[in-house]
């Protein structure tokens, strides 16, 4: 009885996280503060919402259109298309973080990480919508669907300014300041990632040739 009244509670609060999401889109500056502060939110609810994003992104790609999207199949790894969202992110929460000393912020890895996916709602929100419709619009109408497309990225890009702002307690000015920063950072991680397989590949490669060299020999 006990554990089953548990589970219930657990369920209730998921559900009181993840509908706060859409007060959160709404009233941003508000909803993020108690998204951390208050803790309203819970990391179950920003997974819900990365793995809806990720979907409306399969959706797109298989339901839009050919009259507003042409999708090459052959030349397209899935995985690849699905880490184009998860890779930029794991490198936004780890960047933003790691400067939050260099900024004076008050915000953990954890809280960044849900803060940003709770951001990304108004994407699946509009794009699965949107896909749907593509099907039945006309060329001439097209407009309306790139309009709305750009709508749902502006809308998630100012909502994670606004859930950087408020949970890092910055003002406006620093908090741009802050997102060019954390960009850079990004960019930085890329470089030395990329140095560090280079470095990898260019071991491997020379044992190999050591290995071949003794084979050859022997």
Partial sequence: MLASL????????YWATLKFAF???THPLDGFWDLTHEKRGSIAAANTILILTLVSRIAKLQFTSFLFMKVYWEGINIFLYLASILFPLA???VGNWAL???FDGKGTLRQVYMATCYAFLPYPLLQIPLTIVSNVVTVEEGAFYSVVSAFSLLWAGLLIIAAMMQIHEYSISKTIGFTVGSLFA???MVFILLLFFSMISQGIAYFISIGREIMFRM
Avoid: A, D, G, P
């Fill in 91 to 93: 490198l936004w929460c």
């Fill in 100 to 102: 939050t000393t260099l």
């Fill in 186 to 188: 990004m960019l930085v």
């Fill in 6 to 13: 548990k589970k219930k509670e657990t369920y209730t609060h």
């Fill in 23 to 25: 007060y959160c889109i």
